[in-house]
T-cell receptor, first 112, second 115 residues
Framework: GENVEQHPSTLSVQEGDSAVIKCTYS??????FPWYKQELGKRPQLIID?????GEKKDQRIAVTLNKTAKHFSLHITETQPEDSAVYFC???????????FGSGTRLSIRP | GAGVSQSPSNKVTEKGKDVELRCDPI?????LYWYRQSLGQGLEFLIY????????KSGLPSDRFSAERTGGSVSTLTIQRTQQEDSAVYLC?????????????FGPGTRLTVL
C-alpha cells in the first residue's frame, strides 16, 4: 500500500531562523503535493501546494520543493515568527481513495 | 462565502449509544471527506464522497461506522454502539472537483466524547 513518512515529528527553532520539513511518499502516480497547517485547536488549512510539473514554488516566507525522482517534497519556512508555531501535515497526491494518507505531522515550535 | 460547517461542535454520549455527525460542504463542492483526529495525533482518513457515491469505504474503522451523502451536499457520519476509543475530533472537508488535485477545505470539527 501507499507509504507516507514525514520528518521530523517535532522541530524547535529560534525565531528568525529557518525550518525544513520533509515528506516522502511511495505512490508514483502522485502529481499534487500540498502542505497544511493546523494551529492549536483549529482546523487544518492549506498553506502552499505544488504540482508535479514544477520543482519549486515560493510564497513570501514559505516555499515547497519537489523531487519526483526521489519521491519527496519539503516545506521551507524562512525568517520564522511566533505565528508559525503549529503542526504541519503533508498530503502526497493520491491515485485512489485508498491512498489518501496525510503525513504524521510535524510540531513546529518557535523559540523567542 | 460560507465555509464548511459541522454540527454539533461538541457531543458527549454514553458508551453503547448511536451518534450522528453532520457536515455541510462548501456550495458546489462535489468531493467530501471525513477524517478522525485523536488528541494530539494525525489525520486518519475515513471515507470520501464524489457526488453521492462513496467509491471506497475501506478507511472506515469498523462496521459500526457508516456515512451517507444526499443531494450531493450534506453528509452524515453515523457511529453505532459507540465505544470509548471512538472519542476524537471528527473533521469534514470538501473540495471542488478531482480528489487528487484540489485543495481540501476543512470544517471546524465535531469533538466526540464517549463516557
Amino acid at each position: 500500500g501507499e507509504n507516507v513518512e514525514q520528518h521530523p515529528s517535532t522541530l524547535s527553532v529560534q525565531e528568525g531562523d529557518s525550518a525544513v520539513i520533509k515528506c516522502t511518499y511511495s505512490d508514483s502516480a502522485s502529481n499534487y503535493f500540498p502542505w497544511y497547517k493546523q494551529e492549536l485547536g483549529k482546523r487544518p488549512q492549506l498553506i502552499i501546494d505544488i504540482r508535479s510539473n514544477v520543482g519549486e514554488k515560493k510564497d513570501q516566507r514559505i516555499a515547497v520543493t519537489l523531487n519526483k525522482t526521489a519521491k519527496h517534497f519539503s516545506l521551507h519556512i524562512t525568517e520564522t515568527q511566533p505565528e508559525d508555531s503549529a503542526v504541519y501535515f503533508c498530503l502526497p497526491g493520491y491515485s485512489s481513495a485508498s491512498k489518501i494518507i496525510f503525513g504524521s505531522g510535524t510540531r513546529l515550535s518557535i523559540r523567542p | 462565502g460560507a465555509g464548511v460547517s459541522q454540527s454539533p461542535s461538541n457531543k458527549v454520549t454514553e458508551k453503547g449509544k448511536d451518534v450522528e455527525l453532520r457536515c455541510d460542504p462548501i456550495s458546489g463542492h462535489t468531493a467530501l471527506y471525513w477524517y478522525r483526529q485523536s488528541l494530539g495525533q494525525g489525520l486518519e482518513f475515513l471515507i470520501y464522497f464524489q457526488g453521492n457515491s462513496a467509491p471506497d469505504k475501506s478507511g472506515l474503522p469498523s462496521d459500526r461506522f457508516s456515512a451517507e451523502r444526499t443531494g450531493g451536499s450534506v453528509s452524515t457520519l453515523t457511529i453505532q454502539r459507540t465505544q470509548q476509543e471512538d472519542s476524537a475530533v471528527y473533521l469534514c472537508a470538501s473540495s471542488s472537483g478531482q480528489i487528487s488535485t484540489d485543495t481540501q477545505y476543512f470544517g471546524p470539527g465535531t469533538r466526540l466524547t464517549v463516557l
